[in-house]
């Protein structure tokens, strides 16, 4: 089965740093979404994206965080200034297309900040 | 309220029985409904799809009723291999999926 690769597995970084989160979504798939998950509580949605733009963004996006997909197949989320309440597991996910909501997630980055 | 509400559990059952849970949602015009099983520390994977008519998988059943907004699953013969929380998707009409908390199952042998 395909599948959404993210790297690194774990991050741990300072606090007021940038971190950087990588993803590559399914080839074929055109919607990409950013999601994450402290620990023991709900999966929390943050954006979602497609041709090459934010179609959607929750409330936990806010100028702290952007998303890119720069060259085509990697997607990217940054969060400019980390905050101790930004340590979570950020899951990545892609689905080939809307009505269709099959999402694939891949296996998340873990990223505690100190 | 929440749009989409989960009983938290933990739900203890014994290996062999049979649970169900429930999953109720606030928006009347939600479309699409979705179990997805989530292992701990690890991404939500699809269960299943919830349809009107109800449907089966296995030892998997997924029921909707619309008219009291809930969804439910049911799990006969539970293994051990079940113990994971299940998460309830509610798909909006402009496609936005709404999760609900999850609950947590565990299976003793």
């Known amino acids: 089965e395909p599948e959404v690769t993210q790297t690194p597995s774990h991050q741990v970084t300072q606090m007021g740093q940038e971190v950087i989160l990588r993803c590559v979504p399914i080839?074929?798939?055109?919607?990409f979404y950013w999601y994450r998950q402290i620990l023991g509580q709900k999966v929390e949605f943050l954006v979602s994206?497609?041709?090459?733009?934010?179609?959607?963004k929750s409330e936990i996006f806010d100028d702290q965080f952007s998303v890119e997909r720069p060259d085509g197949s990697n997607f990217t989320l940054k969060i400019r200034s980390t905050k101790l309440e930004d340590s979570a597991m950020y899951f990545c996910a892609s689905v080939i297309g809307r009505g269709n909501e099959k999402l694939f997630f891949g296996s998340g980055t873990q990223l505690s900040v100190l | 309220r929440k749009e989409v509400e989960q009983d938290p559990g933990p739900f203890n059952v014994p290996e062999g029985a049979t649970v169900a849970f429930n999953c109720t949602y606030s928006?009347?015009?939600?479309?699409?409904f979705f179990w997805y099983r989530q292992d701990c520390r690890k991404e939500p994977k699809l269960l299943m799809s919830?349809?009107?008519?109800?449907n089966e998988d296995g030892r998997f059943t997924a029921q909707l009723n619309r008219a009291s907004q809930y969804i439910s699953l049911l799990i006969r013969d539970s293994k051990l291999s079940d113990s994971a929380t299940y998460l309830c998707?509610?798909?909006?009409?402009?496609?936005?999926?709404?999760w609900g908390a999850g609950t947590k199952l565990i299976i003793k042998p």
């Open positions: 928006n009347s015009a939600s479309q699409s």
């Open positions: 994206f497609y041709n090459n733009e934010i179609s959607e």
């Open positions: 998707v509610v798909t909006l009409s402009n496609y936005q999926l709404i």
């Open positions: 080839s074929n798939h055109l919607y």
């Open positions: 919830v349809y009107s008519s109800g």
